[in-house]
């Protein structure tokens, strides 16, 4: 056993180095452009026996307690999420919805829980185009229309009673984020760093201010208590009646009535109607590791296998890693496979996207062969080109447990703390996820992604998403489970985590921490993270890629599985997240 992983306790106070040498009053804007530390210079925390890494330390301190309780990875997995909507209002949610891919051991399967928005049922096609005719992004990303009925706890649900260890009740998972909700808990770490830059799109919704304000009406800022006794209400109705708690009665009332009066289309028979879904995880080989990650509606499994099979035939190991030669493969591989997401890519019920033709080998020989090793290929080669933004938040988390099962779950509102309105008497902060959809053909979401037919807005359909998480398996058992914030750039750090550990066998922690670039077709330009050295910088001009230095946030808590033990890495990007094992 290694000397690391001899340090087998718990482990819930121990983070990593670097983001305690974070200042304290780090921003998110001063996040998005946080140079990641030199890889050596972090560590992961090691454990034996189970492990939680998730955004914000209390919640995976909970996770890793019902771990410890015996607890398997997906009960764990619903107890931190539950308590992330609590502790984590940015991201963590109840109002919105994600996906979640889970490895069963005992059952040798692998699932994919989609608890992804849906659109209600009175949605159109043309409901974010304005007078003009032209997509008006306010109605997506600022105004209810673009709330979509959230999914989180129909999928949670889900996930407990198909496969969490039977041991635990949703009422006993969900006791911790009740007392959490009712009893506050003090502001720190990112809600600190994030929550007075956010406020002024809670402000306006007297809801949202009630909670997030000081007496004053400023923001709640770090020290101050966050007391959510609305929620504590609406999570026991939960732990109660299971999803009826929240989907029918007076919290499905309440839900409604705040989207209407907010100038929403989300009736009760919607919440009503809502259902997470289990689907068959999408699955691919990548140098003798499977790769096992979401299908759609998420665009990340299809992408990231397209990807990877381009870049199999590419001798990656040979070139060094983070050298301008590795890294314009990389930049090739994930144009291509972008370019095709915005093609093709949408809700399954709606869309016959040509999966098994975008992930077959020779398809991606194809595309291999296409690339230059010397000059970028414009993407308008590709296909045509649109405009750039920027964009939000979302929180993914990892857990594994003793049995070897593993959970990948990546959440989110889209937008940090989403529409900013929180459903009067429910303590529910809603989402805005409805801005995934492609207003109009050839229009782009916040992230810039662009998209098309397949993706425009319909009843009951769900907004195409990049939300990525993933678990590799060698000979069927997880080596590496991870997945990522990020909106569009999502794929692209699951990627890049992926091919350091796979391809340049590094320590997780440093390729979790390596300086970070992606490339999603249009705009034809390489957003990179400080940290690239000049050298490499000019060596991926000289081959004619635009280089633009602003990367956003993206956050990849990951689990790497060795034969002596567990080790987990927070992502040193934001403050507070943890690692928490037994
Ligand atoms: O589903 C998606 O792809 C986006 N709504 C995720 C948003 C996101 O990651 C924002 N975080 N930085």
């Not at 983070?15 to 030199?38: E, M, W």
């Not at 502790?87 to 979640?100: D, K, L, S």
């Not at 009712?182 to 994030?194: E, L, N, S, W």
């Not at 007391?227 to 999803?243: F, N, W």
Request: net charge neutral; with cysteine; hydrophobic share 40%.
């Amino acid at each position: 056993m290694s000397p690391a992983i001899s340090r087998r306790r718990y482990l819930a106070g121990v983070v990593l180095a670097s983001i305690c040498a974070l200042p304290p009053t780090i921003s998110a804007q001063r996040a998005a452009t946080y140079t990641p530390p030199p890889p050596d210079s972090v560590h992961a925390i090691a454990t034996e026996h189970g492990m939680v890494v998730a955004q914000e330390k209390i919640a995976a301190r909970i996770g890793a307690d019902i771990l410890r309780q015996g607890g398997n990875a997906v009960d764990a997995a619903v107890a931190t999420g539950f308590a992330l909507a609590v502790t984590y209002p940015r991201a963590g949610n109840i109002g919105g919805g994600g996906f979640m891919v889970v490895h069963l051991a005992d059952r040798k399967e692998d699932v994919a829980i989609d608890y992804r928005e849906t659109a209600p049922a009175a949605a159109t096609r043309d409901m974010f185009l304005g007078a003009n005719g032209k997509p008006d992004p306010a109605k997506s990303r600022d105004s209810a229309l673009g709330i979509g009925i959230p999914g989180t706890v129909a999928g949670f649900a889900l996930a407990l009673e198909k496969y969490g260890s039977g041991h635990f009740t949703l009422a006993k998972l969900l006791k911790p984020s009740i007392d959490l909700a009712r009893d506050g808990f003090v502001i720190t770490d990112d809600v600190a760093d994030t929550l007075p830059q956010w406020h002024r799109r809670l402000a306006p919704w007297p809801a949202s201010a009630k909670l997030f304000s000081r007496p004053d009406g400023g923001s709640l800022r770090e020290g101050d208590k966050l007391v959510q006794s609305d929620l504590a209400t609406t999570l026991t109705a939960i732990a109660e009646q299971g999803p009826d708690g929240f989907y029918q009665g007076p919290v499905a009332q309440k839900l409604a009535h705040a989207i209407t009066e907010a100038g929403g289309i989300i009736t009760t028979d919607d919440l009503k109607s809502y259902r997470a879904v289990i689907r068959e995880p999408v699955r691919g080989s990548y140098r003798g590791y499977d790769i096992v990650s979401m299908p759609q509606p998420s665009s990340g499994g299809i992408v990231l296998l397209e990807t990877f099979n381009i870049l199999e035939g590419l001798p990656l190991g040979e070139m060094k890693q983070g050298s301008a030669a590795s890294l314009h493969v990389l930049i090739e591989a994930m144009k291509r496979g972008y370019a095709d997401r915005a093609r093709y890519l949408g809700d399954p019920s709606f869309v016959n996207a040509p999966i098994a033709a975008l992930t077959a080998k020779d398809y991606a020989a194809k595309l291999r062969a296409g690339i230059d090793p010397d000059h970028a290929t414009p993407s308008s080669e590709l296909q045509a080109a649109l405009p750039p933004h920027e964009g939000s938040n979302t929180t993914h988390f990892s857990v594994v447990d003793s049995q070897g099962n593993a959970v990948s779950n990546t959440y989110t509102l889209n937008f940090s703390y989403g529409v900013g309105i929180v459903a009067g008497g429910t303590g529910v902060l809603l989402n805005n996820e409805l801005d995934d959809f492609t207003a109009a053909p050839g229009a782009s979401n916040v992230f810039g992604l662009v998209g098309y037919e397949a993706n425009l807005p319909g009843p009951g359909k769900r907004p195409l998403s990049s939300m990525s998480p993933t678990i590799v398996l060698r000979d069927g058992k997880p080596v590496l489970v991870t997945g990522s914030p990020g909106g569009s750039r999502i794929i692209s750090t699951v990627l890049q985590v992926l091919v350091n550990v796979l391809d340049y066998k590094m320590d997780v922690a440093a390729a979790v921490a390596a300086p970070r670039l992606h490339h999603q077709w249009l705009p034809d330009e390489v957003r990179i993270e400080p940290g690239f050295s000049d050298d490499v910088q000019a060596g991926l001009r000289s081959r004619g890629h635009r280089l633009v230095e602003s990367m956003g946030y993206s956050s990849a808590n990951s689990i790497q599985v060795t034969p002596n033990g567990l080790l987990g890495v927070p992502d040193p990007r934001t403050r507070g997240a943890e690692a928490a094992g037994q």
